[in-house]
């Protein structure tokens, strides 16, 4: 059972930065992809960017080129950053960590990401 525990949301000013982190334990595969995604109030939940544990990393269009993300592959332990630049108020969103080993996947609780001034 995998566990992932999320921080560093929080209320930002438009142009502003944040950096989430997902902490995942319980890893038992060498291969897996983590990433983030996020949902706005009424909107479905959307992929933000993935990475794979060898480091292979994809964005969605929206957030290319403000946006990175990184991973630390402890083996069992393994931490997701998302480094968030440039933050506009259309990314005010909850941000959910996702773990994916083929058809099994785990979910953070999510994470409050608010850009406003």
Not at 64 to 80: D, E, P, Q
């Amino acid at each position: 059972q995998v566990q992932l525990v999320e921080s560093g949301g929080g209320l930002v000013q438009p142009g502003g930065s944040l950096r989430l982190s997902c902490a995942a334990s319980g890893i038992a595969s060498l291969m897996y992809t983590m990433g983030w995604y996020r949902q706005a109030p009424g909107k479905e939940r959307e992929l933000v960017a993935t990475i794979t544990s060898t480091g292979s990393a994809t964005y969605a269009d929206s957030v290319k080129g403000r946006f990175s993300i990184s991973i630390y592959n402890g083996g069992a332990r393994s931490t997701v950053y998302l480094q968030m630049n440039s933050l506009q108020p259309e990314d005010t969103a909850v941000y959910y960590c996702n773990f994916r080993v083929v058809i099994v996947e785990y979910w953070g609780q999510g994470t409050q990401v608010t850009v406003s001034s």
